[in-house]
Structure formats: C-alpha cells, structure tokens
C-alpha cells in the first residue's frame, strides 16, 4: 500500500565507507526525485529523473550518483562517505514535472 | 539568486487563526507550492497555486500575488495536530526544479 517506499529508514556508517538507499514508488509516476535535508530543513533537490533519463543534476559531488533501473525505482549511491553527508535523504516522485511531489519516508544517514 | 523567506517560527492557539507568509525572488516562475512537514516526517502536499487569488481547501486557503512575489498559508480552526513546519517552495519554469523556503514552524498552544 505504501506510495513511496525507500530502505533503509536509519543508515549509520562510518567516514569513508559505500552506501546505497534504495526508492521504490507504486503510483506509475513518471519523475523521481532526490532530495538533501540539513539540520537545518532546508530541502535541496539532488537529482531528477523523468522516465527513466536524467533532467536535473544539481551541484553535487561526483561521489554522489544516482540510477533507475525502471521508472519505479530511483536508487542513490554514495561513495566515500563524509561527515558532512550526514543529513536526512529524501525520495519523491510525480506524475510530471508540473505536478505536486509525493515523499518517502526519508532516510537518516549519519556518518561518524 | 535564488530566495525564498518565511518567518521561522509562528505560535498560535488551538482553534484561531494563523496565516503564514511567503515572500520569493527568484528569475523564474511556474507556481507556488505549500507543503506540510511534522517533525521525523516527510512533506506532504497541501496546495498549488499558479494564477492570482486564493485558492480554498477546507481549514486550509493559500493566496497567491504574482507581481508582489507573494503568497500566504491561511489556517482556520486551528487543531493540535496542525503544529508542524509549513514549507514554500516555487517551481521555476526554466528546468522545472522547486526550490523551498526553509519553513515555517508553526507551534500550537492549547
């Protein structure tokens, strides 16, 4: 039943470390999204795909790298972990680049 | 660049009414979106707007002013449940990116 899915809910890793989070959504939208979420609140998007091919690709570093294997799933690989990657990570998606997003239940990584 | 501002906290009574404000300079426009988020919660969608006026949703009306860069969150019948942060976020019509306003928490005293 569950609209925007993603795995894990807590990650806690060490500096240096290879992490993926995993976005899955049943809703056959079309845009998924990945978002940053400091201490601060403040959301800032990551990525964008629509229909599988990528549309945004913000400043991020490179150690940072999404894939969509099929157009329900968004998965976000992060290499060389680093303490300031320690944040709440966010997956969406939409029906279109128009439309209001639908979130996951976020992804607390903290890095130590 | 880029900017989006709202008041950082608001605190209101149960049952009143809070409107919260949402002022944006940014070198695109596609609509404006309010989202709520309760604390360790994702955001969840609560209005779009995209021309002039206001626009009404039960407790919940969001008003927007294109040539001033301005919208407002107007909540009625103010619950217990409605204390969260209320984000803005603008939808630039270049590449269809939002960008959110740090938010606005709204904490509700009985």
């Known amino acids: 039943d569950t609209a925007v899915s993603q795995t894990p809910k807590y990650l806690v890793t060490q500096m240096g470390n290879d992490k993926s989070i995993k976005c899955e959504q049943n809703l056959g939208h079309d845009t998924m999204y990945w978002y940053k979420q400091d201490s601060k609140k403040f959301l800032k998007i990551m990525f964008s795909y629509n229909n599988k091919e990528l549309i945004i690709n913000e400043t991020v570093p490179n150690r940072f790298s999404p894939k969509s294997p099929d157009k329900a799933h968004l998965n976000l690989h992060i290499n060389s972990l680093e303490l300031g990657d320690s944040a709440v990570y966010f997956c969406?998606?939409?029906?279109?680049?128009?439309?209001?997003?639908?979130f996951g239940p976020g992804t607390r990584l903290t890095v130590t | 660049g880029q900017n989006i501002d709202q008041p950082t906290e608001m605190t209101a009574t149960e049952g009143a009414i809070v409107q919260i404000n949402c002022t944006y300079q940014t070198s695109g426009f596609n609509g404006l979106f309010w989202y709520q988020q309760h604390a360790g919660e994702a955001p969840t969608f609560l209005s779009y707007n995209v021309l002039d006026g206001l626009e009404e949703k039960g407790r919940f009306s969001s008003f927007l002013s294109r040539s001033k860069g301005y919208s407002y969150l107007l909540l009625k019948e103010l619950q217990m449940k409605d204390s969260a942060s209320y984000l803005c976020?603008?939808?630039?019509?270049?590449?269809?990116?939002?960008?959110w306003g740090a938010g606005t928490k709204l904490i509700i005293k009985p």
């Open positions: 976020a603008v939808l630039m019509d270049s590449n269809y990116q939002l960008i």
């Open positions: 969406a998606s939409s029906p279109g680049t128009l439309y209001e997003q639908y």
